[in-house]
């Protein structure tokens, strides 16, 4: 018999997830975590693309990927919100420090 999972039903995890980074990042006196490790960006997030970054602070998480993956990110990506980059996630990310 095959399962059928609704779509919300595979965020769970994924909001589980989440909740013990936002813990973590709760208890340190910082703003929020930056992951660029692909496999725990895929743990956290759902997404199995090459080329993405996932920042968690203590109320929300950002998920940053560029046009080669807006598509497969609005797909695969779960309890985050999706930024859709126009340029490297690198120069990205730098655009935002203060």
């Known amino acids: 018999m ?7 039903a595979m965020q769970f995890p994924f909001e589980d997830r989440l909740s013990s980074v936002r813990k973590i990042v709760k208890s340190h006196p910082v703003d929020g975590m930056l992951f660029t490790s692909l496999e ?28 080669r993956y807006w598509t ?15 340029r490297n996630l690198t120069e990205s990310l730098l655009s935002c420090r203060t």
């Open 40 to 67: 725990t960006i895929r743990y956290l997030s759902g997404f199995t693309g090459s080329d993405a970054a996932l920042v968690v602070t203590p109320k929300e998480s950002f998920f940053l990927t560029d046009s």
């Open 2 to 8: 095959i399962s059928r999972w609704r779509k919300d």
């Open 72 to 86: 497969q990110a609005d797909e695969e990506v779960k309890a985050s919100k999706i930024v859709h980059t126009r």
